[in-house]
């Protein structure tokens, strides 16, 4: 699949259209500098945004689209309902209170951001409800590995859509992969840009190089190569900029070949198979 331009999309498996490249908001200071970061993005044309419960700037992101004057429609709009919320089983108000804070009547995504052990199962069936209900366009799933993926799936009415995990040149996680494009679950990356140590491998710098692009445009555009949907982070207009130019170049397949042998299993977050939180 060639990917072009910075409104293509994948195509979810319930047809729902979702921006191959969106943008980030973890650690994005809520109030001014989220709401500011989120107006560069969509100035820069991004039409995919990225927050959660967690991270406190729902309502910035939600003010920043409206501000934006693009239309409600015109941007995919992602959130996740918060482990806590999980254990306790208040998914519905959580969702509910997403919804509250970004100003909105439905979201385009809906995750659960970590398989909550002994609750992910159950929780899975929250979200079928709210997506029936049509507060979620779509559902999904958020660092699940392999085997929390076939759990999910052996009593799912819904596939999930996307499943979104760490995912960079260091920790590039095949199997796993495999198994979601083969079940028809999109593939979303987070830490993309490996929390801004990307100029820290000496092989993005040089391919980057090669291209004139930087090593961060370098780990976008492999990642897209691999049909991987990215959503970098960034608080400065310059890098938002930088981030979204990325659909005038191709990696050979020897560099491709060459970002793929970096691959050390290496995650910079938590495993989920061992998170306490
Ligand atoms: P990223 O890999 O996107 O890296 C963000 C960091 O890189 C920031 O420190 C940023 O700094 C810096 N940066 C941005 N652009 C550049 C550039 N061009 N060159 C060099 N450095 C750069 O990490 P994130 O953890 O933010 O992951 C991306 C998104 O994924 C998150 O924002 C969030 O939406 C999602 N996510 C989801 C998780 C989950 O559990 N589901 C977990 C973590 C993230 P600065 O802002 O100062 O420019």
Redesign the pocket.
Known sequence: MKIESITDCVKLNNSVQMPWLGF????TPPGEVAEQSVLWAIEAAYRHI?TAALYKNEADVGRAIRKSGVGRDKIFVTT?VWNADMRSGKIAEAMNASLKALGMDYVDLYLL??PVPGKFVESWKALEAIHKQGKARAIGI??FLVHHVEQVLAGASVIPAVN?VEWHPLVRQQKLLDLCHGKGIAFEA???????R??QIPELVEIGRKHHK?P?QVALRWGLQHEVVM??????KE?II??ANVFDFQLSSDEMKRIDSLDQNKRL?ADPDNFNF
């Open positions: 980030g908001t973890f650690q990225d996740k951001h970590w958020s660092n979104q987070w830490a993309p840009l490996m929390q801004g990307v100029a930087t961060a959503i970098p982070k960034s608080v400065h890098r930088e981030n977050g």
